[in-house]
């Protein structure tokens, strides 16, 4: 092997060139560059290009030469580097040649080693010697007909076994084939299942490959719009599976507890989780009300922060709001399958369970309402999203429930008392509520719900006679309850007691106009009464004899004859009929008194002792005592004369007149008689 020697010329000096790059390809790409292509350039165009280079001045030739000689190192530098890379080239083709020379030689020293020795390197010579490497023609094989057989038999073995093992990985894929196809089968039944149950079956946005099912509400809020999706996995034994992703949650539901006083009195039901193995449509079931409770848990949190003008309050991650006057609801958010204690109020604690998701489900259905309507002008002030009314719209109805229980309570007392004193006409009254009547291009569920928390009203009628009609009008709102009063225009009344102008916006207020309104109506009866004294004297004014109305409505007046009383007596006698509330052991009811007197200077001489009171039917004696005491007490301290006495009647509230036994009450006199011995 042997390499260049060292006093080999090569002369690789460049061509003289211009500045510039002269090769081809670079000339052509640089004139399109700077002349945009051929088309522009002609023999005249570049002779007065090159007059007017040579008519530059000085500065421009220095700049030129200065350029030209700091170009000249790059060059040379470039010239170099060629000629190394060519120099390397051709040393590696000389290598070779050598290499394949030494081969071909070697090959030959065996059969003409004179010849070979005459191309071959001296080193490879020494290294590896003369007629160490030959080539030799091989024979054709000589293979017999038992070969010949043997080699078919090895063969046809190969093919069969080769088809065995084709055969087996046929059956094996078809086999694999049925059980995958008895799985896949398997899992598009229970797709299909879910489907005709009305759950929406979707492709997962980030796996398209993957089904997925909607359990949501399209209409929730975005936070729980977007976790409504799971993805519908087979399991290896063909079942589905249900995975939630990130957003999966223990299975949990809104709790509802009743407490009164310091004791839990009612709880709404928990349901108990669905089983691992339990069908793919109950965790469906399962995950919707979940997300649903979650939601609901949220919206009242949202609204609990607005209310704490009306007691709402939010503690240890639960909300406290209260029902009534006695009794509060506890909300909170638990898993299912919690243990509840059960008690009377439970009904009621299911009942408001019910009731909100009623009306999440009513808002969600506004929410709709409002998305398919125009959309409001665009305009800079932001779009604020008021929480939904779920507590406001149990609190007013539970308010409108309570204003309807005490007009009840109210008008039936009232009316039982005045037949205890046997009142001719018998009083009448009616309680019922008129619901606003909701558009009819709504559906049915709409309709019900906007009946059941838009403008709740109650219309109560107390008849004391055909002419003599009061209505009520009360209107509810989550803080109070207005009562609005009308009274018949052909009433006699209306000159006496008419109703207040203004609207009422307490029960008080309204109790003690309905009370006032009885005893003068009560009053104006009695003055239509005959006199007991049967007067025939045609000398006595027209006024004796008659109980008559004085500018007090609930107060008359008789004038009696100087033959009817003795010579120190008055010939003046008062009769006040009056209505007052009572109270005991925890139960209230009224009090309907007539109380007669004389107009003037006391009755001289010994009196009754006392004041009698008597009650009337029905009425336990022993509550009726313990009720009047003070009453009796303060009357045993004063004496009243003959012809001066006091008479009640009682009736309490949810109280028939068929709800004592024998000897628990009395059946006293009527009002006509009570009347006619007042008179005396």
Not at 338 to 365: C, K, Q
Not at 594 to 608: D, L, M, R, S, V
Request: glycine share 6%; net charge negative.
């Amino acid at each position: 092997m042997g390499s260049l020697p060292s006093d080999f010329a090569i002369s690789l000096k460049a061509r003289p060139s211009s500045k510039t790059n002269t090769n081809l390809p670079g000339l052509i790409e640089r004139i399109n560059i700077e002349r945009g292509g051929f088309q522009n350039i002609t023999e005249d165009s570049l002779r007065r290009e090159i007059a007017e280079a040579e008519l530059g001045n000085e500065d421009g030739d220095k700049n030129g030469t200065s350029d030209e000689e700091e170009e000249e190192p790059d060059r040379m530098k470039e010239l170099m580097t060629s000629r190394e890379a060519m120099l390397g080239q051709i040393e590696t083709a000389h290598q070779s040649a050598i290499f394949a020379l030494d081969f071909v030689s070697l090959l030959l020293s065996k059969d003409t080693p004179e010849q070979a020795s005459l191309s071959i390197s001296p080193f490879r010579r020494e290294l590896v010697g003369m007629g160490t490497l030959g080539a030799d023609k091989l024979h054709d094989p000589r293979t017999t007909d038992v070969q010949k057989q043997d080699n078919r038999q090895i063969a046809k073995g190969w093919k069969s076994q080769s088809l065995n093992k084709t055969v087996d990985s046929i059956l094996a894929s078809a086999s694999r084939l049925e059980k995958e196809i008895e799985l896949e089968t398997r899992y598009w039944q229970q797709v299909l299942a879910i489907s005709d149950n009305g759950w929406s079956i979707c492709r997962l946005p980030n796996e398209k490959h993957t089904l997925g099912v909607r359990f949501g509400f399209s209409e929730a809020s975005p936070a729980f719009k977007s976790r409504s999706l799971a993805a519908l996995r087979r399991n290896p034994d063909g079942t589905i599976s249900l995975h939630q992703g990130i957003a999966s949650s223990e299975p949990q539901s809104l709790r509802v507890r009743i407490r009164t006083g310091d004791d839990q009195t009612g709880s709404s039901m928990s349901p108990q989780p669905a089983a691992e193995d339990a069908p793919i449509e109950a965790l469906i079931l399962q995950a919707r009300n979940t997300i649903f409770s979650e939601e609901l848990w949220q919206e009242l949190n949202r609204e609990a922060r607005t209310m704490g003008s009306y007691g709402v309050q939010s503690k240890d991650d639960t909300l406290i709001c209260p029902l009534s006057a006695t009794k509060v609801a506890v909300f909170d958010l638990v898993p299912l399958g919690e243990s509840n204690l059960s008690g009377p109020d439970d009904a009621m604690a299911e009942g408001v369970f019910i009731t909100l998701n009623l009306l999440l489900s009513y808002a969600h259905r506004q929410n709709q309402r409002r998305r398919i309507q125009p959309p409001p002008p665009i305009s800079g002030q932001k779009n604020i999203i008021q929480p939904y009314n779920l507590l406001r719209a149990i609190l007013t109805r539970l308010k409108h429930q309570e204003t309807a229980g005490q007009l009840n309570n109210l008008l039936s007392p009232l009316c039982r008392v005045m037949e205890t004193a046997e009142l001719k006409p018998l009083p009448t009254f009616t309680v019922t509520s008129t619901p606003g009547i909701p558009p009819s291009q709504y559906p049915q569920a709409e309709q019900t719900m906007l009946s059941l928390i838009e403008r709740l009203e109650t219309i109560a009628t107390f008849s004391m006679s055909e002419t003599t009609t009061v209505t009520i009008s009360a209107r509810t709102s989550p803080v109070r309850s207005t009562f609005g009063l009308t009274l018949s225009p052909d009433s006699p009344l209306m000159s006496i007691c008419p109703p207040p102008p203004q609207v009422l916006t307490s029960y008080p207020a309204l109790r003690d106009y309905i009370y006032y309104f009885t005893a003068c109506a009560i009053a104006t009866s009695i003055s239509t009464i005959p006199s007991s004294l049967g007067i025939d004297d045609a000398n006595v004014e027209a006024e004796a004899g008659h109980w008559r109305q004085t500018p007090h409505p609930m107060t008359l007046r008789m004038i009696l004859p100087t033959s009817a009383t003795p010579s120190k007596l008055p010939s003046t006698k008062q009769l006040s009929i009056s209505i007052q509330p009572l109270a005991s052991r925890g139960r209230t009811g009224i009090r309907l008194r007539a109380h007669w007197e004389w107009n003037g200077t006391e009755q001289e001489g010994t009196g009754t002792g006392g004041r009698k009171s008597s009650f009337g039917y029905p009425v336990l004696m022993e509550d009726v005592r313990k009720t009047l005491k003070e009453d009796s007490e303060a009357g045993k301290k004063s004496k009243r004369g003959k012809g001066e006495d006091v008479y009640d009647w009682v009736a309490w509230e949810k109280e028939s007149g068929k709800d004592w036994d024998d000897g628990e009450g009395e059946v006293f006199r009527t009002l006509e008689s009570v009347v006619a011995d007042s008179g005396k």
